[in-house]
């Protein structure tokens, strides 16, 4: 008999489709209001360098993904580590991980209802997808995968409105200056970067990759595609708009899809945003998956599905706290700065733990 | 049992949920176009114009005004005179007087930006005399006059009679550096809308006008155009001709800009334009199929709207608005921070300008 692989493995192209999935989300639609902000004329180029740390950190993860020889982090960790130190570090992830899903969604919902539904409570369209996030999780990782790439095509045509506003893109509104008129700030550049995010959670996906997966290969593509559709996106922002214009804007994505008209239709941008769900849903979906996989650990005994559950209904409570757009944005801003961190971090620590374990082992035999 | 478990609850939420926010179309006026003009004491009239589609009553369109201190405020002064849920998600057209744009759009300008009902596609124009006039008359041979500015609005734009003028246009002129907003006046002629020209602004604030005769001429000037049709009479050039007249359609145009810096003299910009059309008709004694009379007529044509271009961008200089955006193109030419030390706004009028206008007839009917 042909040996046959006991468990499904992740495949590359949905691999490099989910990592697209998570880092696309809520914040592409502010992007070019803050590279304008931050960097001035010509920001755009900026994204460029944003998608080159992202990879520079896919490298770090790749690291530990060779050097622990694809075994998951939790094995890495709890070889060197006793369980009950990891437990509070493993709640500390869930936490942050659990609230930024959280924050991404309750952000969407805030932006999309001040252009329709402003009266409805949020909570309701909240307890939708909540609902959506908690029935996909309860599916397995696999399934999630195969999901986004559906909902990936689902979203992606959106990348051909971009052609309207060809008529309107102007190389000389460019402006031949490289980075002026911007006010520069870290925290700033931070929340720029923060939109990148997403690809650091391939490093939960060890366990459910094999050679085939390319794992790191397809972050990195996934890494690639998001780049270069931010950097289109903000080049034909910078191109539609002045610069003074973009700066002043809130949520210059959304404003360009109200500038969308068909000879049959006008306005027809409140459509559109709903196609931006689908996008948003995964980065939400991802994180609240990793907050799972955490709690897997802590608590063994208790059956995924209900542990899921508490995980949603958390998640949902926890959004009653923040009310306005700006109250989210900030929780998402210092939350999305903890996950800079992790995103950084998480990776370092593993490698350290990983050349001790190599040390240790080396002694061993010796 | 969990699956038919989710489905009960999906169909639950699908039946709960549309009773929370619901909007009957009947009851909600769109508002269509609005208007607004001076009032005593630093206020602002706003008048709106709203279809309604009720097959009880003969009516095409319900009208109201207010008077306020912003246009928001008035706003709420005339929903209380109306059945309808007023929404601001379908208005086409903004109406300014010419009086109210002299003392500064901004305010109300900012109040529609910030509104996200309101779509970026909105058109603005300026109304020579009072706008709620205007847009509350009926026409008679027109239709509902809301849609009737609306689309002449829309043809006049892409036929380049007028610039387009949408706020998403007029907004981003106002913030670029080098570029000053423009947009077409209407008036009030009997029975009938029509054009009067281009208003050019400073910022938000109307400086001057320019007539409907150049109108074609400026959108050559300001850029690339693809559709328009101009009527010239050749003879106020050329005196000695008799009479002499030339109309082409179907105008195609490129325009370009070349900045030149020289020490210690003003700034010197070569603003070229190529522009392409076909003759529809000719009055006059040259034969336009043979190539020496019709490369005569060219060149004619050429000099008379050089000469005109010239006189316009000196008008231009003289109410010390960049309506072409001329700026744009020095500023390009310049490193960042001779830019900003330069004080644009100072430096334009002094500028040079040449403007150097090529015509070419593409085709001349099926006469020879």
Redesign the interface.
């Known amino acids: 008999m042909i040996p046959m692989e006991k468990k499904e493995k992740l495949s590359p192209f949905h691999t490099t489709i989910l990592v697209f999935m998570i880092q696309s989300g809520v914040m592409a639609l502010i992007l070019p209001q803050l590279l304008a902000e931050t960097f001035g004329?010509n920001g755009w180029i900026t994204v460029l360098g944003f998608g080159f740390v992202a990879s520079i950190n896919i490298f770090l993860i790749a690291a530990v993904y060779k050097l622990g020889k694809g075994r998951s982090i939790f094995q890495i960790l709890e070889q060197s580590i006793p369980k009950f130190m990891l437990i509070p570090f493993y709640l500390a992830l869930a936490l942050v991980w659990t609230l930024l899903g959280c924050m991404a969604g309750k952000e969407y919902i805030l932006i999309f209802q001040?252009?329709a539904?402003p009266?409805?409570?949020p909570m309701?369209f909240k307890l939708?997808m909540d609902?959506l996030v908690f029935?996909l999780l309860t599916k397995g990782l696999y399934n999630i995968t195969k999901a986004s790439t559906i909902f990936f095509w689902l979203f992606s045509w959106l990348v051909l409105l971009l052609f309207f506003f060809y008529a309107?893109f102007s190389w000389?509104?460019l402006?031949?200056?490289l980075f002026?008129?911007g006010h520069f700030t870290y925290l700033e550049s931070l929340d720029i970067y923060s939109s990148f995010l997403g690809y650091e959670i391939v490093i939960l996906l060890f366990a459910y990759t094999n050679q085939k997966t390319k794992l790191i290969k397809s972050t990195l593509l996934g890494n690639l595609i998001t780049t270069v559709m931010y950097c289109y996106l903000a080049l034909i922002t910078f191109g539609v708009?002045?610069?003074?214009?973009l700066k002043?804007k809130a949520f210059p994505v959304l404003?360009m899809m109200?500038?969308i008209?068909f000879p049959f239709i006008?306005?027809m941008e409140n459509l559109l945003y709903g196609f931006i769900l689908f996008t948003v849903l995964f980065s939400i979906l991802m994180y609240e998956w990793c907050a799972l996989e955490m709690l897997k650990q802590v608590f063994p005994k208790l059956k995924a599905n209900f542990l899921a559950f508490m995980l949603i209904l958390s998640c949902f409570i926890v959004a009653y706290i923040p009310e306005t757009l700006n109250e989210v944005g900030d929780w998402l801003s210092t939350l999305s700065m903890i996950e800079c961190g992790i995103a950084f971090g998480l990776p370092f620590l593993l490698l350290i733990v990983l050349m001790f374990q190599k040390m240790g082992s080396r002694t061993a035999h010796e | 049992m969990n699956r038919m478990l989710s489905l009960l609850l999906a169909l639950m939420l699908l039946a709960v949920l549309p009773g929370c926010d619901y909007r009957i179309l009947e009851r909600i006026g769109y508002t269509y176009a609005a208007s607004y003009d001076t009032a005593p004491g630093n206020q602002v009239e706003i008048g709106i114009s709203i279809p309604r589609a009720d097959p009880t009553v003969k009516l095409q369109r319900e009208l109201h005004s207010a008077i306020g201190k912003s246009s928001k405020d008035a706003r709420v002064k005339f929903s209380n005179e109306t059945d309808l849920l007023l929404v601001n998600g379908q208005i086409r057209v903004l109406l300014y007087s010419e009086d109210l744009a002299r003392k500064d759009l901004a305010n109300e300008i900012n109040s529609i930006l910030r509104d996200t009902s309101i779509s970026p596609l909105v058109r603005i124009s300026l109304v020579n005399g009072n706008a709620k006039d205007l847009l509350f008359k009926n026409y008679k041979q027109h239709l509902s006059t809301d849609k009737y500015i609306n689309r002449l609005l829309e043809k006049s734009s892409v036929n380049n009679r007028i610039p387009k003028t949408t706020l998403y246009e007029f907004e981003r002129d106002y913030y670029e550096d080098g570029v000053d907003p423009v947009a077409p006046i209407l008036k009030e002629e009997d029975e009938d809308i029509t054009l009067d020209g281009i208003g050019l602004f400073r910022g938000y604030q109307y400086i001057a006008k320019i007539p409907n005769k150049d109108a074609l001429l400026f959108s050559i000037l300001r850029g690339r155009i693809k559709k328009g049709d101009m009527a010239l009479d050749l003879a106020e050039h050329e005196n000695g001709s008799a009479e002499e007249y030339i109309m082409f359609t179907s105008v195609i145009s490129n325009r370009k800009m070349h900045v030149k810096h020289r020490s210690g003299e003003p700034i010197h910009v070569t603003l070229e334009a190529n522009f392409k059309g076909s003759v529809h008709e000719y009055i006059g004694n040259l034969k336009l199929s043979k190539d020496a009379d019709r490369h005569q007529v060219e060149k004619r044509v050429s000099e008379l709207l050089t000469s005109r271009a010239n006189r316009l961008v000196k008008q231009l200089q003289r109410y010390n608005v960049d309506s072409l955006g001329i700026g744009i193109h020095v500023r390009n030419s310049m490193s960042h921070k001779e830019w900003k030390a330069l004080d644009w706004s100072k430096e334009y009028p002094r500028v040079k300008v040449d403007c150097q206008l090529k015509f070419k007839a593409k085709d001349y009917g099926k006469i020879r």
Do not use: C
Not at chain 1, 241 to 245: A, D, E, I, N
């Open positions: 004329t001040m252009y539904f009266t409805t409570n309701e939708i609902l029935w309107d000389t509104r402006t031949p200056f002026k008129e708009y002045s610069l003074g214009q002043n404003e109200a500038y008209r006008e306005r």
